[in-house]
């Protein structure tokens, strides 16, 4: 019993003084983890729609499954919706700009672990990502990659990528039109 | 254990990658630029060198029973402080290295080294058996990163080093690296996770054969300074 004890009072020091360590750790850093994260996130908004500044919009997105938030835009300029999608890789999470008349402004990739040189050219600040993303502008809720009677070039080697981001922008103009 | 014995574990004899053949997963799966290999290589170093200082300094303490326990617990914290630390100081890194920091957790590598080393060695013997093991892993991703890069997509120091606006080195991740030749001619196929297996194992080929031929050389000096010696006593 006695044995016991002690094993379990050797475990527990050594948890507590660890979790202690991380206790600071975490004080000193949170703040500008936090504030890296928002200056992660105006950025890739603002490369979408542009805008001064973004309210998060509280509705049920419950029909909407991979949207994870939707921001309108202070000045009127529309609404980003931030959606999480299944990529080739893995997951794949973009910002997508709504126009007031439900077209796509553009899209930004925020994070994603798609194959390099391929599904990642999606997200790469490349002539080829640009002229990928650029495809998007204007779109309407009916996008679709040209080999299902779209207009959207999908990237050679990456049908997967391109068609989950494809995807992704559809539903984003979806769920801005529910919210009305 | 001297110190030039440890370093040639770590770096050759013993290497932890090509020799002992552990750690392989996130060695796979992040070595597809430089800026990666590095950032992956230097927070093993330290995490594996703190971890290994911490677990020789408790050996007296920590009971038998429990010590993996402990060992877990001892790396976890370590783990999570590097990746806080990366979080709010290089966030391009922890971004493009993703899920395999908190990975560094279930690492061998640094079980491994808790286990078979720290447990049995001094502080002193363990803080440079971490140095030398780390650097070793740190030396196969370089290699392994930039063979890829460069018959890959044919660059050299993608993420780290910026030509767009002057040659300097940069930390956002931004940096392009040095187009050697035209992206379209290389083998993409180094790129894929399958590209990191051809790498991989090319590589331990070559250490195999490396100390294979350097063992059969000192058998064979051996043998000739036996022979010596016997032919000598059958003179007399």
Not at chain 1, 60 to 76: H, L, Q, Y
Not at chain 1, 168 to 177: K, S, W
Not at chain 2, 65 to 82: D, H, M
Not at chain 2, 133 to 149: D, N, S
């Amino acid at each position: 019993m006695n044995k016991i004890l002690k094993l379990a009072l050797v475990l527990f020091l050594v948890c507590a003084v660890t979790a202690g360590i991380l206790g600071g750790i975490n004080e000193l850093t949170k703040d500008r983890i936090a504030e890296i994260n928002r200056l992660a996130t105006i950025a890739a908004y603002s490369t979408v729609l542009k805008a001064d500044g973004y309210d998060l919009v509280e509705a049920d997105m419950s029909d909407f499954p991979t949207v994870d938030k939707i921001s309108r835009a202070t000045n009127g300029a529309g609404h980003v919706v931030e959606l999480t999608v299944s990529g080739a890789q893995g997951l794949i999470t973009i910002a997508v700009g709504v126009a007031p008349d439900y077209t796509c402004t553009g899209i930004s990739i925020i994070d994603h672990s798609e194959t390099s040189g391929l599904g990642a050219n999606a997200a790469a600040e490349s002539d080829v990502g640009r002229n990928f993303r650029a495809q998007f502008v204007g779109a309407d809720e009916s996008v679709a990659l040209s080999k299902f009677g779209g207009a959207i070039d999908a990237l050679s080697g990456a049908t997967i990528t391109s068609n989950a981001v494809t995807t992704a922008v559809a539903t984003a103009i979806r769920a801005v039109m529910a919210l009305g | 254990m001297n110190i030039k014995n440890q370093f040639k574990e770590g770096l050759i004899t013993n290497n932890p990658v090509l020799v002992q053949q552990i750690g392989m997963c996130a060695t796979m799966a992040i070595t597809t630029t430089l800026f990666n290999g590095i950032g992956m290589g230097l927070s093993v170093l330290i995490i594996l060198t703190c971890c290994n200082v911490v677990i020789s300094a408790l050996r007296k303490i920590i009971p038998n029973e429990i010590r993996l326990a402990i060992f877990v617990v001892v790396i976890a914290g370590f783990v999570t402080i590097v990746d806080l630390l990366l979080q709010a100081f290089i966030p391009a890194l922890s971004k493009s290295l993703g899920v395999f920091i908190p990975l560094i957790v279930v690492n061998c590598i640094i079980i491994g080294r808790a286990e078979a080393f720290c447990q049995k060695n001094t502080v002193g013997a363990s803080f440079f058996d971490g140095i030398f093991q780390g650097f070793g892993y740190t030396c196969v991703l370089i290699i392994m990163c930039v063979a890829r890069e460069l018959l890959g997509s044919g660059r050299f120091g993608g993420g780290l080093i910026d030509v767009a606006n002057g040659f300097r080195f940069t930390l956002d991740g931004t940096g392009s690296g040095v187009q050697i030749f035209p992206a379209e001619y290389g083998a993409s196929i180094l790129n894929l996770p399958f590209g990191g297996f051809i790498t991989l194992g090319m590589l331990i080929a070559v250490m195999q054969y490396a100390l294979k031929k350097s063992k059969k050389k000192k058998e064979l000096a051996a043998r000739l300074v036996l022979e010596e010696a016997e032919r000598k006593e059958a003179e007399a």
